[in-house]
């Protein structure tokens, strides 16, 4: 069974927006390639990802997958999103830093407010 955040990552190269319900949203930001004239070099296209803490309302898109994927039912999946989330929001208020396998890091600043580091992979 995968972990949750390797759903995460899988669905970010598919998808513009992963939503941790009750928490926020992974949201991909295109930039396309470019050349630099002085040394005359290409930069590819790239996908990198922020969160954004306003988009927490539930689209069913990482349950649906982890249902389909770990051929599990919907409920099922849903109630792992759920416990993920809880735990995820319990981890930052013991230890104010979480780090995400292949995405990056939560952690809460000084003013309370949940804050995301991106390991600025390439999506």
């Given at each position: 069974m995968k972990n949750i955040e390797e759903h995460i990552f899988n669905l970010l190269f598919l998808h513009d927006c992963v939503t941790l319900p009750g928490l926020g949203?992974?949201?991909g930001t295109h930039t396309p390639s470019k050349f630099n004239k002085k040394t005359n070099t290409f930069s590819?296209?790239?996908k990198q990802i922020n969160f954004n803490k306003h988009l927490?309302?539930?689209d069913g898109l990482l349950?649906?997958?982890i249902?389909?994927?770990e051929e599990i039912a919907y409920n099922e999946a849903f109630l792992m999103v759920?416990?993920?989330v809880q735990n995820l929001k319990q981890e930052l208020d013991n230890n104010k830093r979480v780090e995400l396998n292949k995405l990056g890091t939560f952690f809460i600043d000084n003013n309370?407010?949940?804050k995301f580091i991106s390991f600025g992979f390439n999506f």
């Open positions: 949203g992974f949201v590819p296209p790239s927490s309302t539930d349950t649906h997958e249902a389909k994927t759920k416990n993920y309370r407010l949940l």
